[in-house]
Each structure stands twice: as structure tokens, then as C-alpha cells.
């Protein structure tokens, strides 16, 4: 068994429309190459794919390169999907189906919750099963229109603590900014555009590491 630190030190985040000039898989071969911990497929917002059949096609093309690499592939959201082709886990909000019931449904797999304050944390803490949470965003992100205000790392240090979970870190997290998430005692850092958005992702994954 995998360490939560081990599975979620660099855990990458990407749809189809955090990806300008080349192709999704593309830059997820190249970032697991380099050496990412974790996948979460997210097809959300502009530009996301919309037809449910080629979502599923991106969604099995990185799971079958995530298996490549030995490396966890999970779902934003899509519980159908994700049982559909079996992934590793799924990724859900506050607003998504509601937890307990998406419990039921991966009793045996990764499941993970997003959480913004101590009333949420506090409230995952009753519910053993939740594998991790995602907290942020911590500082500002152009990757999600709708993000909450950023928490800051005082407040990320204090849910940290709180958590009775593993946390991974998310919002406006690259290169210059990873070393002070990573003294509040998060298990791992999720990032989209430090990867998406980079000139040489090899040389991107590897600063990160
Ligand atoms: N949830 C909170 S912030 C965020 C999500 C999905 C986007 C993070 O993207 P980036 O580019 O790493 O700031
Ligand atoms: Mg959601």
C-alpha cells in the first residue's frame, strides 16, 4: 500500500479545457513520465467536451495511461462514469451528490471530498470512509471561474490540522509557492495550470517534486 504523502505528493488535475496547444494525453503521458503521483480527469467548464461519449473516450485514453504508469486515476464528479470503467476513485464537492451516498457506491475505492472551512472539515471528520480532502483554494487560480476566495496558508495550516485526513492542497500552487504549502502538513499538492501551462512539463513536474 501506497503512503498518503506517496499517492498524493503531485497530484494532477486537467480536462480538455485546461489544454490550449496539444493534446490532453499528450501532456499527461509527459507529466507521468516525469513523475506526478495522481490523475484526476476534471471535464468542467468552457470549453469542456460536452458529449458524453467523447468524454468517456478521453476519460478511458488517460486511464489506460495512468495504469501505464502505476499511477491513481480518479473522476471529477461523473459517479456513472466512474463506475462505468471501473477508475480508481472519484473527486466530489459539497454541491455533488451528496457524500454518503457516493460512499455506498466505492465502498472500496479513493474517495475524496472538497472542503473550504472548519464547519466542512468537521463534518467529513464523521464520515470515516472519505479517503482525502481537497481544501482550498489557497491562493487565486484562473482554472476555475466560479473558485471561492482564497483561504490563505494560515487558514490551510489551521484545517490541516483539524483534518482528521489526509489534505491536498489546491489553488494557485506552482513551483514558487509549493514550498510554503508543504510546511502546513498537507499530504500532497493538486495543481492544473503549473502543468497544464507549462513550457517544458518534465522540468515542471520535476521542480515540484
Ligand atoms: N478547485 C479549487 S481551485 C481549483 C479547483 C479545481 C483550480 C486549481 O487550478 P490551478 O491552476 O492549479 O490554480
Ligand atoms: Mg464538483
Do not use: W
Request: some cysteine; overall charge negative.
Amino acid at each position: 500500500m501506497k503512503t498518503s504523502q506517496e499517492m498524493f505528493a503531485i497530484y494532477f488535475i486537467a480536462g480538455t479545457q485546461d489544454i490550449k496547444d496539444r493534446t490532453l494525453p499528450e501532456v499527461l503521458e509527459q507529466a507521468l513520465k516525469a513523475g506526478i503521483t495522481c490523475f484526476q480527469y476534471r471535464e468542467k467548464g468552457e470549453e469542456s467536451l460536452t458529449d458524453p461519449n467523447d468524454k468517456k473516450l478521453m476519460a478511458k485514453r488517460c486511464q489506460q495511461l495512468c495504469k501505464e504508469y502505476r499511477v491513481p486515476f480518479l473522476i471529477n464528479d461523473d459517479v456513472t462514469l466512474a463506475l462505468e470503467i471501473e477508475a480508481d476513485g472519484i473527486h466530489v464537492g459539497q454541491t455533488d451528490q451528496a457524500i454518503q451516498d457516493v460512499l455506498v457506491l466505492f465502498s472500496d475505492k479513493i474517495v475524496g471530498l472538497s472542503c473550504y472551512d472548519e464547519k466542512e472539515v468537521q463534518a467529513a471528520n464523521k464520515v470515516p470512509a472519505i479517503t482525502y480532502y481537497g481544501i482550498g483554494p489557497v491562493y487565486g487560480t484562473l482554472s476555475k471561474k466560479d473558485a471561492k476566495q482564497p483561504i490563505g496558508l494560515v487558514k490551510l495550516q489551521k484545517l490541516t490540522e483539524l483534518a482528521e485526513k489526509p489534505v491536498v492542497a489546491i489553488g494557485g500552487i506552482n513551483t514558487g509557492t509549493i514550498e510554503y504549502i508543504i510546511e502546513t502538513g498537507v499530504a500532497g499538492v493538486s495543481v492544473i495550470s503549473a502543468i497544464t501551462q507549462a513550457k517544458d512539463i518534465h522540468e515542471a513536474v520535476k521542480r515540484l517534486r
